[in-house]
Structure formats: structure tokens, C-alpha cells
């Protein structure tokens, strides 16, 4: 491989500005980094430090306080094992209950002296002399590592969609993950921009406060009713004087989670009974048959991210609401125009589109062994060795990795085996003082054919356009299984694999 000029100047490490090598530099302050922090911290790994871009921990759940934001999975499925939260209001908890629950882990844990705020990180390189990390901040700072977790996460980099006239429209524009609690929407024209999981927790919301919403939608997709619920007292008080109770639910909802992969993953009867409910639940709340007809998916289910939600559909038949299904020409100072030559008027647009998924690049430049450039090697899709590790990149360590991703379970139970899969790797680094701890590409190349081989197979390659695929239509997202078999590969670090280097 070859790496420019420019690169490789990039890549030299400045070591004068660095005053400690800390055992571990983990980057951002979400669920992963602080997860991460805790795990290490019990093994025994105690010099850290963890660079945070923004001014509080929670990475997404901080970003994401939209009206109605909250996640899809049950919270005592999307928390972490060893800290449970008996505290739950409901079986669907919002967003500000979820970044509460982030904020306690850090007093809990103690982990506050560890984080530097403000300290985007712009360039991590690999300096073999000194066998260490380097991470250059926005701020002007260096930071030197043994170790090195990328806890940055997938869905932190927000994105305004590249659409003709983004430029030229007048009125107000909102990203999903960048509210502006500021506007009024009482009284306005609001245009919503996307059909996601995002955009169906906001769009009742938009409906209940502005004065006409206007959906527009490219793919319907497939909607399940959600079984939330607020939790009773009673269920509360049995989970602080039994915690054994909480746990068991918690492989009640494992285990049924885990069930729905066979329908959501794979084409089986499974999925004909999924689609079956999801069609009962349109039918149920849509009586019109022209626009159940429009909000009736073409594609498998699971194909893309199902959604959950028990309110969408009626906010589109309120007096208030209009589905627009026309594909957007152009934005234009005024509002939207769609393809059939209607100007929809807006006072404000709401972008419910999405993030910068790092499918074939990363955040900022990493550089490893020689120089080499990880956003260049992963131009034509991400790999890695079990979602956590890449050749040529010695002691660095992924959370949410490349082909980590579930399509129906909690992304925190992948998350929780990764962690404890890294933990083992920054151990043998610190305590065996190993000069890198590096992936053979040998063992990365057959890794990532067979996951490629079970790919082909499933819902997510069956032909629909996804955000888990790149243009061409390479998945370097999901993980083709079960959580249990992830969590099962993940259970130890094979040294046979790696290259030990004292």
C-alpha cells in the first residue's frame, strides 16, 4: 500500500507535547467509553484517560433530545448487566431517563477525573519507536497511550442530507440530532424529511404542536406495535430488594429478542409472521385503503430497521398532517418541490435523516504501522477481526466495530462482549509490557469471508437500500447471528490469532 506524502507527514507524532503515556486513551464519553472505563477499571487497568468532543458524557442520548426521542429497545434490556437500574419508569424509557441513567454510571463509578471535555480528537497515529498512541485534539493538544479504545460510536456524527436547494431554503432548518428547543413550532408549516426510526417518534409530536405537518416519505417501512408501559411501584420496589428479579426479566426480554432473529435476519415462516403482525397493526389504525397502501413496505422485513411505535400512524391522519410520498426534486427558498412540480411551503424543515456511519472511512484520520491510512483500507467497506481489531493498527481496539450490528437485539449486549474482549487485549498489552499487540491480516481476511459468506443469505442483502450497505452494497454493519453466537466468539481473545511483539 501506498501512503502520500502529505499522510505520512501527518502521521509523525509530536512527541514534545506529550507530558504521560496513559495504559489506556478512550475516545467519548457515551455507553461505550464509559462501559469501558468501568470494565477496565475492574481488571485492574487504572491509568486512563477518556476525551470527550462535548461539554457532557452520553454521546448520542445527549445529541438526541428531539420531542418523543427514546429507544426502541426495553431499557432493562438496553443497560448494562452489571449495572442495573431498578429505577425504570417505563418498559420503553425516554431519552433524558436514558442519559440520566449514562450520567449515574459516572458518579457511581467514579469515573469524572478521568474524562477531558472539549478534547475532539482530529488524528490518532501509531508511533512504533515509542510503542505508543498519539491523539492530536481540536484543542491543540497531544495525548500519548499504550492502549487505545474507539468508543466514538456509529451514530455521532449528524448529517443534513445532500439534496438539490439545501442551500437556498429560507425558513428554519432542524437536524434530528441537533434540536433547537428554542423554536415555536405553534402555528407553523413544518415539513418532516424522512420515515425512520427517528422521524416516527417525532412526527406525533410535530403533529400535537405546530400548525400543519407535512410528511415526506421515500420507503415505507415495516411497523410493529411497541408494548410500553410505565412501570408500577410495586415492580420497582421488588427490583431494589431483588435484583435477581431484574435479572430475570432481563432474560425474559433476551431471550425473546433473540427469537425474532430468526424472522428478521433470515427469510423464514418467522418473517411471514412478523410481516403478518405488522400488517394487522397498519390495518388496525390506517382505515383508509389508498394510504395503507402507501405505508405498506416492498421489501422483506428486516431488510431495513423495523420500527416500533403505536402513535405514528395516527399522527398522519390527524386534520393537521399530510403524507407527501412524491420523491423531492429540490428544496427551494420557500420549502420543498417535489418531482410532479408542487412547491410545498415550510416554515421550518426537519431533517430526520440520519448520521455519518463510518461504512468506509473513520471519523478522523488513524494512521498505523508504516504510515498506513485505515480510511483508505476501508474505502471499499470497514473489516475488522471480530468487529474489535484491524491489521497494521498494533493496541487499538474498536467498540460497534464493523459488522458488530444487531438487527434484533440490544445493541449493548454486543456492546458488553466487546468490552470484555477488549479488556482481555489491553491486559495482555499492559501486564505481559508487550511492544503491540497486532492482528494477523491472515486471520482478519478468513474472518471477515465467512462473515461476508452468511451475509449473502440474509434479509439486510436481499436488494433493499439500507444504511447498513455502502453504495455498492457491501454490508460491513450487521452481524449475521445471533447475540448469543457474537457473544459466544467474543468470550476469549484466541492469542493465536495475533502477533505478540515484546
Known amino acids: 500500500m501506498t ?46 484517560v477518556i476525551l470527550e468532543r462535548g461539554n457532557a458524557v452520553g454521546g448520542t442520548w445527549r445529541d438526541n433530545q428531539y420531542p418523543g426521542a427514546a429507544c426502541d429497545i426495553p431499557s432493562n ?33 467514579e469515573l469524572a477525573p478521568l474524562i477531558r471535555f472539549g478534547q475532539e480528537v482530529i488524528e490518532l497515529a501509531f508511533d512504533k519507536a515509542s510503542r505508543r498512541w498519539l491523539a492530536k485534539t481540536a484543542a491543540g493538544q497531544t495525548y500519548g497511550a499504550r492502549t487505545v479504545v474507539m468508543a466514538q460510536g456509529p451514530l455521532s456524527n449528524a448529517r443534513f442530507p445532500d439534496m438539490p436547494g439545501i442551500g437556498c431554503f429560507e425558513g428554519h432548518k432542524i ?18 424529511i424522512g420515515t425512520g426510526a427517528s422521524a416516527i417518534q417525532i412526527i406525533p409530536e410535530m ?10 416519505q421515500r420507503t415505507p417501512g415495516w411497523v410493529l406495535p411497541r408494548p410500553d408501559y410505565g412501570t408500577p411501584d410495586w415492580m420497582r420496589a421488588l427490583f431494589r430488594r431483588a435484583p435477581a428479579a431484574q435479572s430475570a426479566l432481563r432474560q425474559v426480554l433476551y431471550g425473546a429478542h433473540e427469537s425474532m432473529a430468526t424472522g428478521l435476519i433470515w427469510r423464514t415462516p418467522a418473517s411471514g409472521l412478523l410481516e403478518q403482525v405488522a400488517r394487522l397493526h ?98 471499499r467497506g470497514a473489516q475488522a477481526y471480530r468487529s474489535v481489531s484491524v491489521a497494521g493498527y498494533p ?56 462473515i461476508q459468506r452468511r451475509l449473502a443469505g440474509t434479509n439486510w442483502n436481499s436488494g433493499c437500500k439500507s444504511w447498513y450497505l455502502t453504495g455498492d ?25 495475533y502477533s505478540l511483539v515484546r
Open 3 to 48: 501512503t502520500s506524502p502529505q499522510a505520512r507527514r501527518s502521521a509523525r507524532p509530536q512527541d514534545s507535547a506529550v507530558l504521560h503515556t496513559y495504559e489506556t486513551l478512550i475516545v467519548g464519553a457515551g455507553f461505550a467509553g464509559l462501559g469501558s472505563a468501568i470494565r477496565l477499571r475492574r481488571a485492574g487497568i487504572r491509568d486512563i
Open 77 to 109: 434490556l438496553y443497560s448494562y448487566s452489571f449495572a442495573p437500574n431498578p429505577e425504570w419508569s417505563r418498559a420503553y424509557s425516554g431519552s433524558r431517563e436514558i442519559l440520566s441513567y449514562i450520567g449515574s454510571l459516572v458518579r457511581q463509578y
Open 175 to 192: 437536524h434530528s440530532a441537533r434540536w433547537d428547543h428554542g423554536y415555536d413550532f405553534a402555528g407553523k408549516r413544518v415539513a418532516v
Open 207 to 216: 403533529v400535537k404542536q405546530a400548525g400543519f405537518v407535512k410528511v415526506f
Open 282 to 379: 397498519l390495518r388496525s389504525q390506517v382505515q383508509d385503503d389508498w394510504m395503507r397502501r402507501q405505508l405498506t413496505p416492498d421489501h422483506r422485513i428486516g431488510c431495513k430497521r423495523v420500527l416500533v411505535s403505536n402513535d405514528y400512524y395516527p399522527s398522519l391522519q390527524q386534520p393537521n398532517a399530510k403524507l407527501i410520498t412524491w420523491p423531492i426534486a429540490t428544496l427551494s427558498p420557500r420549502g420543498i418541490r417535489t418531482v410532479e412540480g408542487v412547491e410545498h411551503q415550510a416554515d421550518c424543515i426537519v431533517f430526520a435523516t440520519g448520521f455519518d456511519v463510518s461504512k468506509t472511512g473513520t471519523p478522523f484520520p488513524v494512521h498505523g504501522l508504516g504510515g498506513r491510512l485505515l480510511s483508505e483500507e476501508w474505502q
Open 395 to 450: 493496541n487499538l481496539f474498536f467498540t460497534f466495530g464493523p459488522n458488530s450490528g444487531p438487527g434484533h437485539n440490544s445493541a449493548l449486549v454486543y456492546l458488553e462482549s466487546q468490552i470484555d474482549y477488549i479488556v482481555q487485549g489491553v491486559r495482555l498489552v499492559i501486564e505481559r509490557d508487550l511492544k503491540w499487540l497486532d492482528v494477523h491480516e491472515g486471520a482478519q481476511q478468513r474472518y471477515n469471508a465467512a
Open 473 to 497: 452494497g457491501f454490508n460491513g454493519t450487521m452481524y449475521p447471528g445471533f447475540a448469543t453466537q457474537y457473544r459466544l466468539q467474543m468470550r476469549r481473545l484466541p492469542q493465536r490469532d
